[in-house]
């Protein structure tokens, strides 16, 4: 870890050419889970020399595994190539001291050791992964080892034609989506179940607001009616001349100027009641408009009837 932060974080002549420096945490990521996944690695800085002479200072980790049926560890090398991880990386499979590879390994050019295998060819950022690479090609030298001649004897010698050994990948492959579907249905079971609760939940708290939302109704049609009944009570005393015996009236002038008076202070009571419970949500404004434009009205009347009887 420490090896491979210093590397990334040189800036002189030794700095990586890699062109998205900007993705190195991802780089690290891969790499640290090689290195968990096959303690055998290690990294390293160095020049690549492309076909065409370019020169490149690029990581790579090299390692011995140990793949049966073959006796010898195999030493393998991944280059990270300056536009990982969009590009995939480069594999070789070196040659033994003791052995030499096969001449003709369906996945290894023995020319120039250079490795392919299904999960190079289908490379794409960003689900691909050096751990899961090297699990494939690992997968592929057990059944075509690249030293035939030091295979052991207690072990079933497999057939290198690659249409076989492809049809084993695919079949590995097939099981592996299985176990993906199985999961899945799993996962979907479980959803579907917190989707029957969450719905529950929903129902239980639509029902609550239709509570509230009646007594809400129910609190501004008692607002209402209580206007309306003010109202009714002064028209009632008017009709019946009630005031009379409450106030000694001289005429009728101050008659009309105390019944008017007595409705524009009812109205202002009624206005702020209203206003009331608008501000505290249980009267919408436009209905508190509608009312007060009524009331409003009225009490305009009982106040010009008051200024011209007080002249």
């Known amino acids: 870890m420490e090896f491979i932060d210093s590397t990334f974080s040189d ?14 945490w991802l780089i690290r990521e891969h790499l640290f889970s090689l290195f968990y996944d096959f303690p055998s690695f290690i990294p390293s800085a160095e ?18 595994l140990t793949v049966p049926p073959s006796k010898l560890p195999i ?3 991944i280059w990270l190539k300056e536009d990982y991880p969009f590009t995939a990386p480069l594999v070789y499979i ?21 490795t392919h295998c299904p999960y190079l060819e289908t490379w ?12 494939e090609i690992v997968e592929v030298l057990k059944i075509c080892t690249p030293y035939p001649d030091f295979v052991d004897e207690s072990l079933e010698m497999i057939t290198t034609n690659r249409k076989d050994i492809e049809l084993q990948l695919a079949r590995q492959v097939h099981h592996d989506k299985g176990c993906f579907r199985a999961q899945v249905e ?11 609760m969450l719905l529950e939940r929903a129902d239980r708290l639509n ?7 009646k007594e809400r109704m129910s609190l501004r049609d008692a607002v209402l009616n209580m206007a309306l009944d003010v109202v009714v009570i002064l ?4 009709a019946n001349d009630d005031i009379e015996e409450v106030v000694d009236v001289v005429d009728e002038a101050s008659k009309c100027l105390i019944e008017s008076e007595a409705v524009d202070r009812a109205i202002d009571d009624v206005m702020e009641a209203i206003w009331k419970e608008v501000d505290e949500g249980r009267i919408k404004f436009r209905e508190y408009l509608k009312q007060i434009r009524n009331l409003a009205r009225e009490q305009f009347f009982h106040r010009a009837l008051i200024i011209e009887l007080g002249t």
């Open 207 to 213: 029902f609550f607001i239709h509570e509230l939302e």
């Open 124 to 135: 794409k950022y960003p689900r691909s992964n050096l751990s899961d690479l090297t699990r």
């Open 235 to 238: 028209e009632w005393l008017r």
């Open 11 to 24: 800036t002189g002549m030794g700095s990586l050419s890699y062109k998205h420096l900007e993705l190195k």
């Open 186 to 196: 799993e996962d979907i079971e479980h959803l579907l179940g917190l989707q029957g």
């Open 47 to 64: 020049n690549y020399i492309h076909n065409d002479g370019t020169v490149v200072h690029l990581l790579n980790v090299s390692g011995y």
């Open 94 to 114: 070196s040659s033994h001291s003791e052995a030499k590879i096969h001449h003709q390994h369906p996945f290894i050019d023995p020319s120039s050791c250079s």
């Open 75 to 77: 030493l393998m090398t």
